[in-house]
């Protein structure tokens, strides 16, 4: 039906049969031919013809509007295909809640665009529940949270454990004590995570199970910005061990504690996407590069377990 669309439509835009055979490297006989079956096919009489003329009957003007339709759908597929044939070998979309974005993405990436540099990558934020819809949706090829996802078809890979610290100035005054412990953050003046993310909501229930009430100065979803407002060197905050760069936390003068009762607020960074096949090869890639990158970090955390 398109390819005698395709013929109509050059009949209609030649107005002339052996102008439109001409066009189309088709004798007039056998374009002829093919106007009568699409007539049959439809059940209406396209042209009057008076002598070698052509003229649309009402009918025919409505299915020449009807040609031209398909002919742009065609062509919007045409450059749809294209346009992923373009991108598909060299553009991964990620969704990543904000937590992830800064702590375990930048790691991830670095990896990957070290071994695969052409390849170009966007990200976008959301939470937990919005990442998971983006990948469900196809929007994202790959998503990235922390937290373990069991939500079929979509697949999970775990990357690691991870849980919060507690961050202090290097000049805080809890470091007057010679034992730090969770009852020390009771009205004790802390930047915390926004209400509402993932680990503000762990970080509210451990200070509800350990009856602890701090005194939350400020609540941001940026770590850079905790970690700048931090350096007044009266406030305190609880932030993914992930993100603890040695050199951070030495550039910034600030020191971790850790406390027995953070490790109940333990999360696992998870990569979540759909059927592999229908993704594309660098995603599939990148897929690959994760669950390397993921054997590896566990690798070093049984490692340093070991040293200690």
Not at 17 to 36: G, V
Not at 64 to 91: G, P, V
Not at 116 to 135: C, D, F, N, S
Not at 276 to 293: G, K, N, R, V, W
Request: aromatic share 6%; net charge neutral.
């Amino acid at each position: 039906m398109l390819e005698m669309m395709q013929y109509f439509a050059a009949v209609v835009e030649q107005s002339s049969l052996n102008k439109a055979s001409q066009l189309l490297n088709l004798s007039q006989p056998a374009l002829s031919r093919k106007i009568t079956k699409l007539e049959d096919q439809l059940g209406v009489q396209l042209f009057t013809r008076i002598g070698k003329k052509l003229e649309l009957t009402r009918i025919g003007q409505l299915t020449y509007e009807f040609a031209l339709e398909m002919r742009q759908i065609e062509r919007d597929l045409l450059q749809t295909i294209a346009e992923y044939k373009a991108t598909d070998k060299s553009m991964i979309t990620i969704g990543a809640s904000l937590t992830t974005l800064q702590s375990t993405l930048p790691d991830l990436i670095h990896v990957f665009l070290s071994k695969h540099p052409e390849t170009e990558m966007k990200a976008i934020t959301g939470k937990t529940h919005e990442i998971v819809t983006l990948v469900r949706e196809k929007k994202v090829d790959i998503g990235l949270v922390a937290s373990l996802i069991n939500e079929p078809p979509l697949q999970c890979l775990p990357l690691f454990e991870d849980h919060l610290d507690l961050v202090l100035p290097k000049h805080h005054v809890l470091h007057a004590k010679k034992t730090i412990d969770i009852q020390d953050l009771n009205g004790l003046p802390m930047i915390l995570f926004s209400r509402g993310t993932w680990y503000r909501i762990l970080t509210d229930d451990l200070f509800h199970r350990c009856r602890v009430i701090p005194d939350v100065r400020m609540e941001i979803d940026s770590f850079e910005a905790i970690i700048r407002l931090l350096s007044t060197g009266k406030s305190a905050t609880l932030l993914p061990h992930s993100y603890l760069r040695p050199q951070l936390l030495a550039d910034n003068e600030l020191t971790v504690v850790h406390l027995r009762e953070l490790e109940q607020t333990k999360r696992t960074t998870s990569l979540i996407y759909s059927d592999p096949a229908s993704l594309s090869t660098s995603a599939q890639m990148l897929i690959q590069e994760a669950s390397s990158y993921a054997k590896l970090q566990s690798f070093n955390a049984k490692a340093k377990s070991h040293g200690n």
